[in-house]
Every structure is written in C-alpha cells, then in structure tokens.
C-alpha cells in the first residue's frame, strides 16, 4: 500500500521528521498503525537518530483519532487486530528511547491527542479553532485505562476526570492553560518551534535522559504489558456490543451533516 507517513531524518542533528499523510484527516486506520509502529521500531534501532518530530501533512487536522471505520461494522477478530496494532504503536510511542515532540498544526481529538500525549513535549498551533483532548465519550465509547493514564501523567487527576467524563475538546489557549499541551506557536511556526525545542533535549546526555524518562514511564507502560490481552478482549466485546454500534453509527451521521 501507498505510504502514509512521510520521515526525514536529518543526519546533521539526528532528529527525525514524521509527517503523517493520510488524507483527509489523518485517521488511524490499521495501515497507518501498523506504519506507523514500524517507523518507530526503525527509529529507535536507529543509533544516528536522537530524537523525532511527530507532525502533520494535512491542513487544520493533525490527526482525527481512530479510524472509526475499523470499528464500525466489523468482525470480532478484524476489531481485535485493529486493537493491538492500537496498542502496538502505543507502546513504542510512549515507550521510546528518543526524544519526541508532538508539532500539533491542527486539531487533535481522541486518539490524535493520545499520540501526541505520548511525546515528551507538546507545540500546538496557537489557532483557537483547533481543538484536542480525549472526547471519547461524546462518541459513546470509554477511553481505556491506558489513554486515562497518558492523560492523567499530562495534567493531573483532576483535569483528567473532567475532561474524560465531559469528553472535553480544549481549544489550543484552554489546553495550554491546563497543561494538555506545553507552547503555542504561530500555525506557520509550529515545526521549526519543535525543532528549536529539540536542542534543549539533546543537549543533555542520552544515557541519563533515557534512564530518567523510562522511570517516568515505566510503571504506566507495564500496566499495559501485563493486561493486553484482556484489554483486548474488552475492547471487542465493548465495541460490537449492538448498542455501542449504534452510538458509532450516530456520530458518523452527525459528522457528515455537520459539514456544508
Ligand atoms: N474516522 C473515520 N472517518 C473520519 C474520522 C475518524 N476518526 N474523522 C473524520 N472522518 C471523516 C469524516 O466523516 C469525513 O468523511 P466524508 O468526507 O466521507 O464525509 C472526512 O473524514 C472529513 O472529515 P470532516 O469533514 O469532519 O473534516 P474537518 O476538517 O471539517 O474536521 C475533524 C476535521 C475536526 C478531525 C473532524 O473530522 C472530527 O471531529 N472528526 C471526529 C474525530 C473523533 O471524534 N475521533 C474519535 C475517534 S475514536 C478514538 O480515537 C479513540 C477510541 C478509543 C476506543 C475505546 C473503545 C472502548
């Protein structure tokens, strides 16, 4: 299949761009999952990269979330592999070794926020009409522990509460104000904002930054490693449940009229 991620690695500086390029919106289909967790695997066995730059391709969306097509109308088992490549690229992401800045140019609802809550900085385009966070309940669907925990490790309990039962959408200043995302930027500033970011995080040494960041993260990652395959099996047996179909069935109705 074509490619949907675009990666630039610039030997000078060994910092990685990652453009994603899946027209319109950037979902998170199963292809570009699965792309994604093998570029992050290259990456990180990579010795000359230091550090990635997740941004982008697209104009106004950084990326709308999963790929709600994966899970609509689907077989249990086609579900259960979307799930783990789910949670695949999760793992790696928020797993890495290298230094990684989310430059978030557009929206970012649900699983676009959860990508970009996995790097260790976070530079949003300073455009009110952009908006993140964890919405899922607005779909009728439940965040997983994982995604609560991604969050929780960003702003805290108390915003997390919030935010996941309210399935809040914070425009760039609100999540700025909150801590969702570290800087705003003018839109045409976003990317060489996180490059010059980069420097701040390369300069320390890699070892003792690595080592730092995995006690940090450690514990979240673990949870995950330790509960996969249930986690799995609740998401299956959640999302082909009738009446979560339905929900998902809703909202795709609503996003088609929504537009004109
Ligand atoms: N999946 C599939 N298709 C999508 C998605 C998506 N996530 N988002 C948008 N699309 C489609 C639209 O339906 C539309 O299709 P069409 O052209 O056929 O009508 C096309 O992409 C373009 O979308 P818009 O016209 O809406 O584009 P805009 O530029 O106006 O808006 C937005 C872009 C802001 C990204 C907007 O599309 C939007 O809000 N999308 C929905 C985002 C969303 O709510 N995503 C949640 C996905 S669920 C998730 O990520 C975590 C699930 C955790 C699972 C837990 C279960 C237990």
Redesign the pocket.
Known sequence: SSSNIKVDLDSSNGVAIMQFQNP??N???LDFLTEFAINLEKLELDRSCRGMIITSAQP??F?????????YKKSPEHCAEFWKA?QDAWLKLYGSTKVTIAAIN?????????LALCCDYRIMADNPRY?IG???T??G????FW?KDSMTNVVGHRETEKGLQLGL?YSAPEALKIGLVDELVPEDKVLSAATENMKKWLAIPDHARQISKSMMRKPTLDKLLANREADTT??VS??TKDS?QKSLGV??EM??K??S
């Not at 990326?63 to 899970?71: H, K, Q, R, V, Y």
């Not at 557009?106 to 959860?114: K, R, T």
């Open positions: 319109p919106v979902s998170l289909s106004k969306v990326s709308a979330g999963l790929d709600i097509l994966e899970m789910v557009g929206s970012s609802p649900a699983g676009g926020c959860l908006n964890l919405n899922e607005q779909l669907i439940v965040a997983p995604f959408l609740n998401f959640f999302i979560i909202y795709m996003l088609k929504r537009r």
